[in-house]
Every structure is written in structure tokens, then in C-alpha cells.
């Protein structure tokens, strides 16, 4: 009857409404500093994505080789490559493809994941446990390797890649939303719901489903800051984006071998770009998790 | 030294929420002398835990205290730094919390946790270590070296209490505080439990804060007591006087609320107090108790009434001398009371048993339980913890599959053990009012869809018939409209059970199975709730399965008893002759257990030990381990059968039935 606990809790305030209770956890996010950081590079960065290529001053693939490996100047601010391309026009319109491959494949790991989780958690007994022994296996398999191996024997394509990617992400998902799952299906609703004759699908897509979908939330943004990173790796092995993309992981692996040259603007640049929109995303993930669970 | 172990003066308790402050305890002022034991009673949301947080300087991050003074033992708590204020904790204050589990260090050892505070005092090890056996000991832990090497999992809820009691008694604390002790407890691990806070009382002199909704234990342990109300302290006396002759409205309200004997559902409505508490943080500028009061004038609604001194005791109410005379708010019965029929049960169980496998072994958490529920009837079901009473409830809904050779049947149809196999009709008559309405309504849907999908499912209903069942349903259970579109976050715990209530009828159900719908309820919310279920089973004709544990509650609404025991039905019959014919030893046992308002205890009868496990419950009868009237060999051999000792009301006891009658009065 008391709210007596060893420690005491924050005390909040009584009678909200669902509109006013969205407009809270909004408010609470858009006045986290982290999230707004986060928010700003990925926005800018997609931003990139979608105009960037009616925006930049050359043509991010047009070769001009008679002014290869310029240092950063006034006409070339990022300075030029092997080929004589603007490295600053291929770094603004680079993130057209990673930022639609990894979203893409997140996206998809998650779908696949929420429904494996939600079916290992709700039936429990023997599909459970069938479940959790492939998901466990799966999960000892290295994803970069596993992603080679597909890639090779299913050739490289960006839909590959999607697929390879949100195959290695669903085990992981799955099993952050079973945990939830397995917590939500003792609390009482769901023995109400089989009181009035509820199927299963229904007790898990509408019963179980939004009173998980915080983690998942987590779970899925966190997500997306490693798929961006193993597109970019895949690149740079030469199994990801095809030339003659400007991405970044690719520009990196073609160019690394003039760092030594002193050529370092080649590389820079490129670098710095895919450690942003990692960082940009793992920002707005402690964002919303500081929102959901704080 | 000083003369008041604790004086708070004019306090103000602020939480900042959302940017605004709101104020929880608006100008609080009490005092506790030396050893004496003052009680802080009100509803939920009242101020009485900030209070206690208050009085530690413990309180949650956003919360402050605004104004006043807080002394501990003479001391400003105030203006302490952080050493000070560690030092008062360890030597001054001491605190209990509702939940022992909690309070207590999971991964140490007991012995290892008490010998702590004992260190901290300067103490070497061993020598800590004795004193920790030694403390065990005084609260009445009978194998001190035994529970010391113990983890806290491994000891009851009610040793576990004794254990943190030991702790907060280790250092010999001038004031100690007990935030609802015993509220998670069985009643008779209660009333033990109190007995040694009474004793202890004594022993080591020391001041008590009591912090409890619970006014019948707070009657029994405190020389004043203080009624809040809002955070304002609207009553406060000498505790015998004060539940006697209260003077301030809401506290004879608070007072009516109670079910008591002589109130049956039959006969009359339980009074209740209108309206709802007003939301923390609001001030009014009169009495903050007008909108619920029926004595209210024009001038309670302009002008707060200050404090008023009544010789020796205290009221905040202008018309203070005439509180006794409040009108009663006592709804009139719904309707004529339908006759349980005579015709044949319209549920009967037979030989119900529940095993479940716990490693190797067998728990038998029901065992061969049988019974019937007429059509109309209450049967009430009354046991502790661990008693098989939820387990009940969930197998004849089929939410568990009970053992193969019972038999659950409605209307002379047998059901099979899962709700998969039952027939929709028989799903759609049974239904279940959960204890906590949190865990058994989705907190993600609006109440109209919680409401409105179980319209849709078990009436059949859709579009406009759906809406207007829905409006009726509402309209039936007593929840306002505009709570329709919201979350169940946002409603009060009577409101939530409020929705629970019309769902369970949305399908017009033969039988509902209530699973202490009120345990969770302050009592005024109680009554309402009660009455409601009264109401609904006047028109609808429906028959009740009444979890609870506490017996005043049970008396009101029910018209037949079980006592369950272990998964044993100990006794089962009408409900005026389970209270007043022949008892069972265990049923004399938890009618004693209750504390009493008027804090005369009659003849108390105290069970040793605790509740044995059901993984090996005693040989014999179930409850001959704890019997206070166990008659010898037999009662460790030999189960006696459930006889009738007289028309219609049976018992499971070896001693003749003339002589389990309980004294009269």
C-alpha cells in the first residue's frame, strides 16, 4: 500500500494521458544533449546522402589526371587522389551507399529477430529450446567471416550484403527480445488474454509486442552503429560496395597505400567520416536508452 | 539530553517534477519523546514514507525539504554535513522497510551483515561476531549460530524481518523507524512479529516512529498517533482517544471504512469515503479536506482551520466537535438480495490436487480439495502464503493443468484441465479479478480497448452495441468517463481494479474467481471495491471465489468459508459458524491473529514456528507442527478426515468438535 522500498524512488507525477506521455519521453529526448548530438551528424550525413551529388563542386567519379594527389588547397579543400577526383565531393556523397545498406540490413535483422525472439519466448518448451541452441550457434560464428564466406559463394551485390548482415544480426536480436518476452509473458495480461480466447499470434504482436518494444528500440540503434561498421570493413576487404562508388570503406582501401607517400589526405578524410556517423549513432542509442530506462 | 527523540516543526517536503515543485508535506509538525512510540496512519500518497525519508534526510534525488526544522535526539538535521550525518545514522536512527528482501544484502551471509554494524562500531571480528549471535538472540531467533550462516533467500519473510530489526537494533538507536514492518507478512507471522516489536519496545527504550495504513496495529502499538492526510496532519491525540472519538472527518471516515462483523453484505453497503485525494502538490485555500467532506461549509472551503488544541489533542477541522456526527456515506443496496438457489452447484470440484516436480521431488501445492459453489453464492477462501490458494484459482481457470484424477465440472459438464481444451461458453462463465491490476492490465492499451476488446471477445459484440455494453460497463463498475482513453499508468490503484472488475464481466460470467482484489487497496478504496463487487453480484446473480487473507474482508462478503492449509482444506463452512461455532485449531489461530481498532486484545493465541514447506509437509494432520492444541501421538500419524461437526460445516481435527469452540465472549 506504501511505496516503501529500500531506497527511495523518484516520485512522478500521477494522471497523464498517452498523448501528454509521448510528448514527455519526446521532450525528454529532444533536451538530452547526447541524442541531439547524435541526431545532428546523422541528419547532416543523410542530408549528404540525398542532395549531396546536386551540391558538391566536381563530379565525385570524373578522373582529371593532370591534377592527381593534390594536397588540401582553395579549389580542392580535401585535396585530390590518385585519379585526380575532388576527395571532398566523393567524402559528401560517399554515404549514399553505407547509409542505405546498413539501415537496410538493421531493419531487416531486426524484423527477423523480434519474431524469433517473440516465438522462443512465448512457446518456452521444446521450440524455445531448439530455437536457443541454433541462435547460440550462430552467435559463436565470427559475423565478418560468416558475411566473407556468403559473399563469396553468393557473390557480392549490395543485397548480399543486406541479407549477410541481417542474417548475423537476428540471432542477437532475437535473444535480447526472448529475455524481454520471457519477463512480460508471467505478468497476469496474458493469462487474461487466454481468458478471452486470445490466439497466440494475437497475445504476441498485440499483447506482448509494445510492452517490449523499448529494448528493441535499444537494441536495434546500437545495431545500427555496428552494421555501418562492418559495411565500411567489408568495403575496405573489397566484399562490400563495388567500385566506382565514392564510399568511404572503398576509397580507404584503395587508397591506404599512399599514407606512406605522405598522401594522407586520401585517407583522412574518409576515416573520419565513417568514425562520425558510428559515433553519431551510438550517440542517439545511449539517447534513447537514458529515455526508456531512466 | 534531549528531550524529543525526533521534532519536526512547520516542515515542508517539496518534488520537483517536471520543473514544478510540488509540496507533499505542507507545514508538519509532531514530536516524539524519549522512548515513546508515536504512529503515522493515512492512505496511500499521504506523505507518511516521505515523512520517514524526511526524518534520515534520505530522500529521493528530487526531492527536498523546502521549510521548517527536523531534530533528531536535539540535533538540527539540517544544517549536518555528510560525516554528521553518517555518524546519526550509525549510532542515532534506525529505519525498517516494508520489504525485509530487499533491505538486506543478498549475497552475505547474515551473521557477516550484523557483525558490519558492529565493526563500523570499532569492534574486532570475533567479538562482532558474538554480539551479532547475541542480537539474534534478543529478537527471539531461536538457532542464532545456525540463521548467522544463512543467506537472506534462505529465511522467511518473517525471519527475515527479524533479522533486519536485529540490525536496526544493533546499535541501540534512540529513535527507530518502522516504515509498514509487516505489511508484506502472513497475519500470523504478523502478530508475531508485532509481539517482538512490542517487547523490544521495552527493552531497549527506544522511541518508534510507526508508519502503517494498517490503523487496527497502529492502535495496538503506539501511546499517539498522528492521521495524515495530503501531507497535512489533520489529527493527532493520544491513540486509544483518537480512534474512540475521532474529531476530524476524514479520520471517522478512515474508521467506517473498516468492515467489521456485525456488517454483511446481505444487511448493508460498507461506508466509504467520496471523491478522491487531491493530486500531490495542490493547496486549496481551505481545508484541504472539503471536497470529500460531508460537513464542509462555505468556510472550510475559504478559511484552513489551524491545528485546534482540544485538550491534550489535536484537530485541523473548524467544526471539530461535531466530526462524530459526519453523515454516514454508506451507499443504499443495489437491489433486493438474490437468493443463493437451492438447485444444484454450478461449479463443483472434486478431489482438486496440483503436484508440481521440483528437482526430484514432489510439491504438492493442492491436495484433493473438493467443493461447491452454488449459483449466487460467496465461497471465501481464506489461507496464508504458501496455502494453495492462488494455485486454486489458476487451475479451475485452466491456467494450469491440475493433477489427472481431479475433476472440475459447471453445470454437470466436466472441464478439461487447460483453457485449450474448454469449451469458449466455459471459458467465457469463468472469469478472474487479479490481485495487481499492474501486472494483469496491458499497460501499452487505453482502458477503452482494455475494456473494449473483452466486450468484443467474450459478449461477441462490435460497433455501436459494442460502445454502448462498453458505457454500461463503465457505468456499472463506477469509472467516469474520461478515463476512457487513458493508460492504466495513469489511473489510481481502486480505478485500475475498477477496469479489471468490468472486464472480468464483460462476457456476463457465471463464476469469478476474485484473487484478493483489495490487498493492494487503502481501506477507503477497499470499501468501494467491496461494495462494487456486492453490487454486481446482486444484479448479475454471479458466484464469487474469494481469495484472501484477511478475514474481516472475507466475513463481509462471504456467505461460506474454506480454510486452507498447506493444500489442505482444514475447514469449510457457513461463514457466521466458521467465526462463531466450533473452529479448527488453525482457523482460532488466524481469527486471534488480527489486530483489533479497539486495541483490547482478547485471548491470543500465537503459532510457533513457520509455515512448513510443502516439500515435506508434516506427517499426519498438516498442521500439527504448529498446533497449539495437538492431543498427542496421533495427530503425527494420522490425518484426521474432514468431519461434519455440525449441519453443513465441516473440520479437519482429531479433537471432538464441543470442544473446538471458541470462547465466548
Same mark, same amino acid.
Given at each position: 500500500?506504501?511505496?516503501?522500498?529500500?531506497?527511495?524512488?523518484?516520485?512522478?507525477?500521477?494522471?497523464?494521458?498517452?498523448?501528454?506521455?509521448?510528448?514527455?519521453?519526446?521532450?525528454?529526448?529532444?533536451?538530452?544533449?547526447?541524442?541531439?548530438?547524435?541526431?545532428?551528424?546523422?541528419?547532416?550525413?543523410?542530408?549528404? &546522402?540525398?542532395?549531396?551529388?546536386?551540391?558538391?563542386?566536381?563530379?565525385?567519379?570524373?578522373?582529371?589526371?593532370?591534377?592527381?594527389?593534390?594536397?588540401?588547397?582553395?579549389?580542392?579543400?580535401?585535396?585530390?587522389?590518385?585519379?585526380?577526383?575532388?576527395?571532398?565531393?566523393?567524402?559528401?556523397?560517399?554515404?549514399?551507399?553505407?547509409?542505405?545498406?546498413?539501415?537496410?540490413?538493421?531493419?531487416?535483422?531486426?524484423?527477423?529477430?523480434?519474431?524469433?525472439?517473440?516465438?522462443?519466448?512465448?512457446?518456452?518448451?521444446?521450440?524455445?529450446?531448439?530455437?536457443?541452441?541454433?541462435?547460440?550457434?550462430?552467435? &559463436?560464428?565470427?559475423?565478418?567471416?560468416?558475411?566473407?564466406?556468403?559473399?563469396?559463394?553468393?557473390?557480392?551485390?549490395?543485397?548480399?550484403?543486406?541479407?549477410?548482415?541481417?542474417?548475423?544480426?537476428?540471432?542477437?536480436?532475437?535473444?535480447?527480445?526472448?529475455?524481454?518476452?520471457?519477463?512480460?509473458?508471467?505478468?497476469? /495480461?496474458?493469462?487474461?488474454?487466454?481468458?478471452?480466447?486470445?490466439?497466440?499470434?494475437?497475445?504476441?504482436?498485440?499483447?506482448?509486442?509494445?510492452?517490449?518494444?523499448?529494448?528493441?528500440?535499444?537494441?536495434?540503434?546500437?545495431?545500427?552503429?555496428?552494421?555501418?561498421?562492418?559495411?565500411?570493413?567489408?568495403?575496405?576487404?573489397?566484399?562490400?560496395?563495388?567500385?566506382?562508388?565514392?564510399?568511404?570503406?572503398?576509397?580507404?582501401?584503395?587508397? /591506404?597505400?599512399?599514407?606512406?607517400?605522405? /598522401?594522407?589526405?586520401?585517407?583522412?578524410?574518409?576515416?573520419? &567520416?565513417?568514425?562520425?556517423?558510428?559515433?553519431?549513432?551510438?550517440?542517439?542509442?545511449?539517447?534513447?536508452?537514458?529515455?526508456?530506462?531512466? | 539530553?534531549?528531550?524529543?527523540?525526533?521534532?519536526?516543526?512547520?516542515?515542508?517536503?517539496?518534488?520537483?517534477?517536471?520543473?514544478?515543485?510540488?509540496?507533499?508535506?505542507?507545514? =508538519?509538525?509532531?514530536?516524539?519523546?524519549?522512548?515513546?512510540?508515536?504512529?503515522?496512519?493515512?492512505?496511500?500518497?499521504?506523505?507518511?514514507?516521505?515523512?520517514?525519508?524526511?526524518?534520515?534526510?534520505?530522500?529521493?534525488?528530487?526531492?527536498?525539504?523546502?521549510?521548517?526544522?527536523?531534530?533528531?535526539?536535539?540535533?538540527? =538535521?539540517?544544517?549536518?554535513?555528510?560525516?554528521?550525518?553518517?555518524?546519526?545514522?550509525?549510532?542515532?536512527?534506525?529505519?525498517?522497510?516494508?520489504?525485509?528482501?530487499?533491505?538486506?544484502?543478498?549475497?552475505?551471509?547474515?551473521?557477516?551483515?550484523?557483525?558490519?554494524?558492529?565493526?563500523?562500531?570499532?569492534?574486532?571480528?570475533?567479538?562482532?561476531?558474538?554480539?551479532?549471535?547475541?542480537?539474534?538472540?534478543?529478537?527471539?531467533?531461536?538457532?542464532?549460530?545456525?540463521?548467522?550462516?544463512?543467506?537472506? %533467500?534462505?529465511?522467511?519473510?518473517?525471519?527475515?524481518?527479524?533479522?533486519?530489526?536485529?540490525?536496526?537494533?544493533?546499535?541501540?538507536?534512540?529513535?527507530?523507524?518502522?516504515?509498514?514492518?509487516?505489511?508484506?507478512?502472513?497475519?500470523?507471522?504478523?502478530?508475531?512479529?508485532?509481539?517482538?516489536?512490542?517487547?523490544?519496545?521495552?527493552?531497549?527504550?527506544?522511541?518508534?516512529?510507526?508508519?502503517?495504513?494498517?490503523?487496527?496495529?497502529?492502535?495496538?502499538?503506539?501511546?499517539?498517533?498522528?492521521?495524515?492526510?495530503?501531507?497535512?496532519?489533520?489529527?493527532?491525540?493520544?491513540?486509544?482517544?483518537?480512534?474512540?472519538?475521532?474529531? %476530524?472527518?476524514?479520520?471517522?471516515?478512515?474508521?467506517?471504512?473498516?468492515?467489521?462483523?456485525?456488517?454483511?453484505?446481505?444487511?448493508?453497503?460498507?461506508?466509504?469515503?467520496?471523491?478522491?485525494?487531491?493530486?500531490?502538490?495542490?493547496?486549496?485555500?481551505?481545508?484541504?479536506?472539503?471536497?470529500?467532506?460531508?460537513?464542509?461549509?462555505?468556510?472550510?472551503?475559504?478559511?484552513?482551520?489551524?491545528?485546534?488544541?482540544?485538550?491534550?489533542?489535536?484537530?485541523?477541522?473548524?467544526?471539530?466537535?461535531?466530526?462524530?456526527?459526519?453523515?454516514?456515506?454508506?451507499?443504499?443496496?443495489?437491489?433486493?438480495?438474490?437468493?443463493?438457489?437451492?438447485?444444484?452447484?454450478?461449479?463443483?470440484?472434486?478431489?482438486?490436487?496440483?503436484?508440481?516436480?521440483?528437482?526430484?521431488?514432489?510439491?504438492?501445492?493442492?491436495?484433493?480439495?473438493?467443493?461447491?459453489?452454488?449459483?449466487?453464492?460467496?465461497?471465501?477462501?481464506?489461507?496464508?502464503? +504458501?496455502?494453495?490458494?492462488?494455485?486454486?484459482?489458476?487451475?479451475?481457470?485452466?491456467?494450469?493443468?491440475?493433477?489427472?484424477?481431479?475433476?472440475?465440472?459447471?453445470?454437470?459438464?466436466?472441464?478439461?484441465? !487447460?483453457?485449450?481444451?474448454?469449451?469458449?461458453?466455459?471459458?467465457?462463465?469463468?472469469?478472474?479479478?487479479?490481485?495487481?491490476? #499492474?501486472?494483469?492490465?496491458?499497460?501499452?492499451?487505453?482502458?477503452?480497448?482494455?475494456?473494449?476488446?473483452?466486450?468484443?471477445?467474450?459478449?461477441?459484440?462490435? +460497433?455501436?452495441?459494442?460502445?454502448?455494453?462498453?458505457?454500461?460497463?463503465? !457505468?456499472?463498475?463506477?469509472?467516469?468517463?474520461?478515463?476512457?482513453?487513458?493508460?492504466?499508468?495513469?489511473?489510481?490503484?481502486?480505478?485500475?481494479?475498477?477496469?479489471?472488475?468490468?472486464?472480468?464481466?464483460?462476457?456476463?460470467?457465471?463464476?469469478?474467481?476474485?484473487?484478493?482484489?483489495?490487498?493492494?487497496?487503502?481501506?477507503?478504496?477497499?470499501?468501494?471495491?467491496?461494495?462494487?463487487?456486492? #453490487? =454486481?453480484?446482486?444484479?448479475?446473480?454471479?458466484?464469487?471465489?474469494?481469495?484472501?487473507?484477511?478475514?474481516?474482508?472475507?466475513?463481509?462478503?462471504?456467505?461460506?468459508?474454506?480454510?486452507?492449509?498447506?493444500?489442505?482444506?482444514?475447514?469449510?463452512?457457513?461463514?457466521?459458524?466458521?467465526?462463531?461455532?466450533?473452529?479448527?485449531?488453525?482457523?482460532?489461530?488466524?481469527?486471534?491473529?488480527?489486530?483489533?481498532?479497539?486495541?483490547?486484545?482478547?485471548?491470543?493465541?500465537?503459532?510457533?514456528?513457520?509455515?512448513?514447506?510443502?516439500?515435506?509437509?508434516?506427517?499426519?494432520?498438516?498442521?500439527?507442527?504448529?498446533?497449539?492444541?495437538?492431543? +498427542?501421538?496421533?495427530?503425527?500419524?494420522?490425518?484426521?478426515?474432514?468431519?461434519?461437526?455440525?449441519? !453443513? %460445516?465441516?473440520?479437519?481435527? %482429531?479433537?471432538?468438535? #464441543?470442544?473446538?469452540?471458541?470462547?465466548?465472549?
Amino acid at each position: 500500500m506504501s511505496d516503501a522500498s529500500a531506497a527511495p524512488r523518484p516520485v512522478s507525477a500521477p494522471e497523464t494521458t498517452v498523448a501528454q506521455e509521448r510528448r514527455e519521453r519526446a521532450g525528454q529526448l529532444l533536451s538530452s544533449p547526447t541524442f541531439l548530438t547524435g541526431a545532428a551528424i546523422v541528419v547532416f550525413w543523410a542530408a549528404c &546522402a540525398i542532395f549531396g551529388h546536386a551540391l558538391v563542386p566536381y563530379d565525385p567519379l570524373a578522373d582529371d589526371m593532370l591534377n592527381t594527389l593534390l594536397p588540401p588547397s582553395r579549389e580542392h579543400p580535401f585535396g585530390t587522389d590518385q585519379l585526380g577526383r575532388d576527395v571532398f565531393s566523393r567524402v559528401i556523397t560517399g554515404s549514399r551507399d553505407i547509409l542505405t545498406v546498413a539501415p537496410l540490413a538493421t531493419l531487416l535483422g531486426t524484423l527477423g529477430g523480434t519474431v524469433l525472439g517473440l516465438a522462443m519466448g512465448y512457446s518456452r518448451g521444446i521450440v524455445d529450446e531448439v530455437l536457443s541452441r541454433i541462435v547460440d550457434a550462430l552467435l &559463436a560464428l565470427p559475423t565478418v567471416i560468416v558475411a566473407l564466406l556468403a559473399l563469396v559463394a553468393l557473390g557480392t551485390s549490395k543485397i548480399t550484403v543486406v541479407l549477410v548482415i541481417a542474417f548475423g544480426f537476428t540471432p542477437i536480436i532475437a535473444r535480447t527480445v526472448r529475455a524481454a518476452v520471457l519477463a512480460e509473458r508471467e505478468l497476469d /495480461y496474458v493469462a487474461a488474454a487466454k481468458l478471452r480466447l486470445e490466439g497466440p499470434l494475437h497475445i504476441m504482436f498485440v499483447e506482448i509486442l509494445p510492452n517490449v518494444a523499448p529494448p528493441i528500440l535499444v537494441e536495434t540503434t546500437v545495431r545500427l552503429g555496428y552494421a555501418i561498421f562492418t559495411v565500411a570493413t567489408l568495403s575496405f576487404i573489397g566484399f562490400g560496395i563495388q567500385p566506382p562508388s565514392p564510399d568511404w570503406g572503398l576509397s580507404i582501401s584503395a587508397n /591506404y597505400g599512399l599514407i606512406g607517400g605522405g /598522401y594522407w589526405w586520401t585517407v583522412l578524410f574518409d576515416g573520419l &567520416a565513417i568514425a562520425s556517423l558510428v559515433i553519431g549513432v551510438n550517440l542517439i542509442a545511449d539517447g534513447i536508452e537514458g529515455v526508456v530506462n531512466g | 539530553m534531549a528531550e524529543n527523540a525526533l521534532a519536526f516543526s512547520s516542515v515542508d517536503v517539496a518534488y520537483r517534477i517536471r520543473g514544478t515543485a510540488r509540496k507533499v508535506l505542507r507545514g =508538519l509538525s509532531f514530536h516524539i519523546k524519549r522512548g515513546e512510540a508515536y504512529g503515522l496512519v493515512g492512505e496511500s500518497g499521504c506523505g507518511k514514507s516521505t515523512a520517514a525519508f524526511a526524518a534520515v534526510r534520505y530522500l529521493p534525488r528530487n526531492g527536498e525539504v523546502a521549510a521548517g526544522r527536523i531534530e533528531v535526539n536535539g540535533q538540527d =538535521l539540517m544544517s549536518m554535513g555528510a560525516r554528521e550525518l553518517r555518524s546519526l545514522r550509525q549510532t542515532t536512527v534506525a529505519m525498517v522497510y516494508q520489504d525485509p528482501s530487499r533491505a538486506l544484502n543478498p549475497s552475505m551471509r547474515i551473521g557477516r551483515q550484523i557483525a558490519e554494524i558492529f565493526e563500523l562500531g570499532g569492534l574486532a571480528r570475533g567479538q562482532a561476531m558474538s554480539r551479532s549471535a547475541e542480537m539474534l538472540d534478543r529478537v527471539r531467533i531461536s538457532d542464532p549460530q545456525r540463521v548467522m550462516e544463512r543467506y537472506p %533467500h534462505q529465511l522467511s519473510g518473517g525471519m527475515q524481518q527479524r533479522v533486519a530489526i536485529a540490525m536496526a537494533l544493533a546499535r541501540n538507536p534512540a529513535l527507530l523507524i518502522l516504515d509498514e514492518p509487516t505489511t508484506g507478512l502472513d497475519v500470523t507471522v504478523e502478530a508475531e512479529v508485532l509481539d517482538l516489536i512490542e517487547k523490544l519496545r521495552f527493552e531497549f527504550d527506544t522511541a518508534i516512529l510507526f508508519i502503517s495504513h494498517n490503523l487496527a496495529i497502529v492502535a495496538r502499538l503506539c501511546e499517539r498517533t498522528g492521521v495524515l492526510y495530503a501531507g497535512r496532519l489533520v489529527e493527532e491525540g493520544p491513540t486509544l482517544r483518537l480512534f474512540e472519538s475521532p474529531r %476530524h472527518p476524514y479520520t471517522v471516515g478512515l474508521l467506517r471504512c473498516l468492515p467489521r462483523p456485525e456488517r454483511r453484505k446481505s444487511v448493508a453497503r460498507l461506508d466509504t469515503i467520496p471523491g478522491f485525494p487531491p493530486a500531490p502538490g495542490a493547496a486549496p485555500p481551505g481545508c484541504i479536506f472539503t471536497a470529500r467532506c460531508a460537513l464542509a461549509t462555505e468556510r472550510c472551503r475559504l478559511e484552513e482551520p489551524a491545528l485546534i488544541d482540544i485538550g491534550g489533542r489535536f484537530s485541523r477541522c473548524h467544526y471539530h466537535a461535531l466530526a462524530g456526527d459526519l453523515p454516514r456515506i454508506e451507499p443504499a443496496l443495489a437491489a433486493a438480495p438474490a437468493e443463493a438457489t437451492a438447485g444444484g452447484p454450478i461449479l463443483r470440484i472434486e478431489n482438486l490436487s496440483k503436484t508440481y516436480r521440483v528437482g526430484d521431488h514432489a510439491l504438492a501445492a493442492l491436495r484433493d480439495v473438493s467443493l461447491d459453489l452454488l449459483q449466487g453464492e460467496t465461497l471465501g477462501l481464506v489461507g496464508e502464503s +504458501g496455502s494453495g490458494k492462488t494455485t486454486l484459482a489458476r487451475s479451475l481457470l485452466g491456467l494450469t493443468a491440475a493433477d489427472p484424477q481431479s475433476r472440475i465440472s459447471m453445470n454437470g459438464r466436466t472441464l478439461p484441465p !487447460r483453457i485449450g481444451g474448454r469449451a469458449p461458453e466455459d471459458v467465457k462463465a469463468l472469469q478472474i479479478v487479479f490481485q495487481n491490476p #499492474d501486472s494483469a492490465l496491458n499497460r501499452s492499451h487505453a482502458v477503452r480497448r482494455l475494456i473494449g476488446r473483452a466486450i468484443a471477445k467474450l459478449a461477441g459484440l462490435g +460497433g455501436a452495441a459494442l460502445q454502448e455494453r462498453l458505457l454500461a460497463l463503465t !457505468r456499472s463498475v463506477q469509472l467516469p468517463d474520461r478515463y476512457l482513453p487513458q493508460k492504466p499508468r495513469a489511473l489510481s490503484g481502486g480505478l485500475k481494479q475498477r477496469v479489471a472488475i468490468a472486464r472480468a464481466f464483460a462476457g456476463e460470467p457465471k463464476v469469478v474467481v476474485c484473487d484478493e482484489p483489495t490487498s493492494a487497496l487503502d481501506v477507503s478504496v477497499q470499501a468501494a471495491i467491496l461494495n462494487l463487487l456486492a #453490487d =454486481l453480484q446482486m444484479t448479475e446473480a454471479v458466484s464469487y471465489i474469494f481469495i484472501s487473507h484477511d478475514l474481516s474482508v472475507v466475513r463481509y462478503l462471504a456467505d461460506r468459508i474454506a480454510v486452507l492449509y498447506l493444500g489442505r482444506i482444514v475447514e469449510i463452512g457457513p461463514a457466521e459458524r466458521v467465526f462463531h461455532g466450533p473452529q479448527h485449531p488453525y482457523t482460532a489461530a488466524l481469527l486471534s491473529a488480527v489486530p483489533d481498532i479497539a486495541g483490547s486484545q482478547g485471548r491470543r493465541i500465537r503459532l510457533q514456528g513457520e509455515i512448513p514447506s510443502a516439500l515435506k509437509p508434516p506427517a499426519g494432520c498438516v498442521f500439527q507442527s504448529r498446533c497449539p492444541r495437538k492431543i +498427542g501421538r496421533i495427530c503425527e500419524t494420522e490425518e484426521p478426515p474432514l468431519s461434519e461437526a455440525e449441519a !453443513r %460445516h465441516a473440520i479437519r481435527c %482429531h479433537i471432538p468438535p #464441543d470442544e473446538l469452540m471458541p470462547p465466548a465472549k
